[in-house]
């Protein structure tokens, strides 16, 4: 049996990639902070009590700024494959807390690295980088590839180039199995409701039940090329399974703006929206609404508004992805459209603003986190 340890297990990747190895087999070992409340959701339905069961899954209390620990655990563990997906991996917070993100992001590559070399793992243990098409940030090149340029745009970013070459050097420098996956941005239900797909879906179906009224958001001219997580933690697991380990990017080819995305998952809840105005005076109207998914709205209901404080100091513009080496030498292929994606999301964001409102209607206190 395989083992494998993920760190960001907790994440949306991590989650969907420890199912994904569990169904191949796997042993899988999880890292988790430790948070004041629990911050396993993504995984519980995955998760048996060790008191009354034995399956393959068990998680580890940990870091990546915690040299110790990564050793320690990496000893007990004697992994087979290494999933490095834990970062902190919010583009506009690294702006706010740089030094933070560069400690978790940069030198928690090396540390794990090390670890492995430190235990004598490097010829046991296979290493899978989350790299990023964030690291192509000011484009060089359309559409980007494994050779194109990198010209970082944040301290994510940053931090994130670091550990691209620092995987790079492991390999050639200690014959590791190490290689980096540069992927372009990738969402589900999962994603963390403060990126912007994940924001726009949720805070068009909180406003389509009355639970929110408007939707705040920065830069909606960003063009991005945006896939389905499940189809990018699958090819993550058949890097690791080559002869020789190499880099590849991970797209779909197709790109959208957040104007866009914003278009089609209100056009999921039945709503067509009109966008009027420009810069921060635009404005989205709702033109129509159809069938019954948008009780609370009415033609006329502005529903989207710009608010600078969402516009980064140094913003990425435009992405989008040419992965033909992963089609061509892994037979890759993303089956899940940007469109499906959506109306996946819209739907489980639906279904909880559903049960709140009915929660709301019977007394009950909601409260709506925005950002
Ligand atoms: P998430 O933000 O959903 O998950 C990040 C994970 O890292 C969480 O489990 C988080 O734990 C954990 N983490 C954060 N800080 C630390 C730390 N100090 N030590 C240990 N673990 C930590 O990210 P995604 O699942 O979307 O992304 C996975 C990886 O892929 C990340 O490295 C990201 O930068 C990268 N990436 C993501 C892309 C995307 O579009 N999703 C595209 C390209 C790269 P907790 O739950 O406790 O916060
Ligand atoms: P990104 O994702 O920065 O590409 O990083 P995010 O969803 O945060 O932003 C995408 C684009 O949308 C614009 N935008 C907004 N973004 C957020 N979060 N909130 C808003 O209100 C808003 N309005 C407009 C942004 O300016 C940006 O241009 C993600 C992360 O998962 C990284 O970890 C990963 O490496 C990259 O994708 C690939």
């Known amino acids: 049996m395989k ?3 993920i760190t960001g297990v907790t994440g949306q990747d991590g989650s969907y990639l420890a199912e994904f190895l569990l169904d191949k087999g796997y042993e899988v070992h999880g890292i988790k902070r430790r948070a004041s409340q629990f911050n396993t959701q ?11 069961s034995n399956n393959n899954f068990s998680l580890h209390y940990g870091d990546l700024s915690d040299t110790s620990n990564l050793i320690r655990i990496l000893q007990e563990v004697q992994p087979d494959e290494v999933y490095n997906l834990g970062a902190q991996s919010h583009v506009a917070v690294s702006f706010e807390s740089p030094e933070y993100t560069a400690d ?6 090396l540390r794990l690295l090390e670890a ?19 690291l192509y940030g000011l484009v060089q090149e359309v559409p980007q590839k494994e050779t194109t340029p990198f010209y970082p745009r944040s301290p994510y970013a940053v931090a994130k180039l670091y550990s691209y070459w620092i995987t790079v050097n492991y390999r050639e420098s200690y014959g590791m199995y190490a290689c980096n996956g540069i992927l372009f941005n990738h969402e589900s239900p999962r994603r963390g409701e403060t990126f912007v797909t994940r924001k726009i879906t949720r805070g068009l179906a909180n406003i389509s039940q009355g ?18 997580a499940k189809d990018y933690v699958r090819m993550q697991w058949m890097m690791l399974q080559q002869e020789r380990a190499e880099d590849f990017v991970i797209a779909t080819g197709r790109q959208i703006s957040v104007r866009e995305f914003i278009k089609m998952s209100a056009g999921e809840l039945g709503i067509k929206l009109k966008f009027q105005g420009t810069g921060v005076d635009e404005i989205a109207i709702v033109d129509s609404v159809q069938g019954d998914k948008a009780p ?3 033609e006329g209901d502005i529903i989207v508004r710009v608010d600078p404080r969402y516009f980064r ?8 992805g040419d992965a033909t080496k992963a089609k061509l030498k892994l037979g890759w292929e993303p089956e899940i459209s940007v469109d499906e994606m959506c109306a996946e999301m819209v739907e489980e964001d639906l279904k909880v603003a559903k049960r709140h409102a009915l929660l709301k209607e019977h007394g009950h206190e909601i409260p709506v986190s925005v950002e």
């Open 313 to 320: 100091p140094a913003e990425v513009e435009t992405l989008l």
């Open 116 to 134: 492995i070399r430190i235990l004598g793992l490097e010829k046991k243990t296979r290493f899978y980088q989350a790299s990023t098409s964030e």
């Open 42 to 52: 993504r995984v519980d339905h995955i998760f048996e009590d060790p008191h009354t």
């Open 3 to 5: 083992r494998a340890l």
């Open 211 to 228: 639970l929110e009224s408007c939707l705040y958001m920065g830069n909606m001219d960003a063009l991005r090329d945006w896939g389905h």
């Open 104 to 109: 978790v992001d940069a030198m928690g590559t």
């Open 296 to 298: 609370a709205l009415s």
